[in-house]
């Protein structure tokens, strides 16, 4: 489904990326691991069309599209999840939703695909006439996972969903991204909480100051020697 060849990118004179290749494929889940600063948001921004790369291709279902504005890469299905605090904090959580069904097709479906993301999210339903500001940082993260749902995505990709969250939460999120594989959502995400994501990931790939040093099934890669000193502490 989505083919990343030889991705360079920079932050002005700051090389961030250093000709990463990875593949996605349909209805898996692959997870990018790196600790902070690695260049793992910096590959979905470039995928998403927020930053340019200064070589490589982003092919998406057979179509080149680097070069395209963010817009037109999501009416191609490719949403991400960004990490941290985004969303509209005076907006309610339904309002916050419903924006997430901007594209045509998705307006169509929003009000089906809002009760699904309400079934993954309960809370969100329970609280749903709610300032989104009031909600907890876990509460935030839920929203913005069923935000990029409303879009009715063919990729989504999530960046760092568990950072600064309890690990009760955690469950949750993780609980939910599990409950989206068994619908066959192909899922692209980065993490910093190794074990989790690949206890959930089908393939990952290790990055290491802007390059993949490191994948493969995630089986085996959470036996790596590499993975267990640099990431499980063990």
């Given at each position: 489904?989505?083919e990343?060849?030889?991705?360079?990118?920079s932050?002005?004179?700051?090389p961030?990326?250093?000709?990463?290749?990875?593949?996605v494929?349909?209805?898996?889940?692959?997870?990018?691991?790196?600790?902070?600063?690695?260049?793992k948001?910096t590959?979905?921004?470039?995928i998403?069309?927020?930053?340019?790369?200064?070589?490589g291709?982003?092919?998406?279902?057979?179509?080149?599209i680097?070069?395209?504005?963010?817009?037109?890469?999501?009416?191609?299905g490719?949403v991400?999840?960004?990490?941290?605090?985004?969303s509209?904090?005076?907006?309610t959580?339904r309002?916050?939703l419903l924006?997430?069904a901007?594209?045509?097709?998705?307006?169509?479906k929003?009000?089906?695909?809002?009760?699904?993301?309400?079934?993954?999210?309960?809370?969100?339903n329970?609280?749903?006439?709610?300032a989104a500001?009031?909600?907890?940082?876990?509460?935030q993260q839920?929203l913005?996972?069923?935000?990029?749902?409303?879009?009715?995505?063919?990729?989504l990709?999530?960046d760092?969903?568990?950072?600064g969250?309890?690990?009760?939460?955690v469950?949750?999120?993780?609980?939910?991204?599990?409950?989206l594989?068994?619908s066959?959502?192909?899922?692209?995400l980065?993490?910093?909480?190794?074990l989790?994501?690949?206890?959930?990931?089908?393939?990952?790939?290790?990055?290491?100051?802007?390059?993949?040093i490191?994948?493969?099934p995630?089986?085996?890669?959470?036996k790596s020697?590499?993975?267990?000193k640099?990431y499980l502490?063990?």
């Amino acid at each position: 489904m989505l083919e990343v060849n030889d991705l360079s990118a920079s932050y002005g004179v700051i090389p961030a990326l250093h000709g990463v290749s990875f593949n996605v494929k349909q209805s898996e889940i692959v997870t990018i691991l790196g600790s902070n600063g690695t260049g793992k948001s910096t590959i979905l921004n470039v995928i998403q069309g927020m930053i340019e790369s200064s070589c490589g291709r982003v092919i998406f279902r057979d179509e080149a599209i680097q070069g395209l504005p963010s817009h037109k890469i999501v009416d191609r299905g490719v949403v991400l999840v960004p990490e941290g605090m985004k969303s509209f904090p005076y907006m309610t959580i339904r309002e916050n939703l419903l924006l997430g069904a901007y594209r045509k097709s998705s307006w169509a479906k929003r009000k089906e695909t809002l009760e699904y993301v309400y079934s993954l999210f309960p809370i969100l339903n329970e609280r749903s006439n709610m300032a989104a500001r009031l909600l907890s940082g876990g509460e935030q993260q839920m929203l913005k996972i069923g935000r990029g749902l409303m879009a009715n995505p063919h990729l989504l990709m999530v960046d760092e969903p568990s950072i600064g969250l309890a690990p009760i939460i955690v469950d949750n999120v993780y609980e939910a991204l599990g409950k989206l594989r068994k619908s066959g959502l192909t899922i692209l995400l980065t993490e910093q909480n190794a074990l989790r994501a690949l206890q959930l990931a089908d393939r990952g790939y290790i990055l290491q100051e802007g390059r993949v040093i490191l994948e493969g099934p995630a089986s085996e890669l959470i036996k790596s020697n590499l993975v267990k000193k640099a990431y499980l502490g063990r």
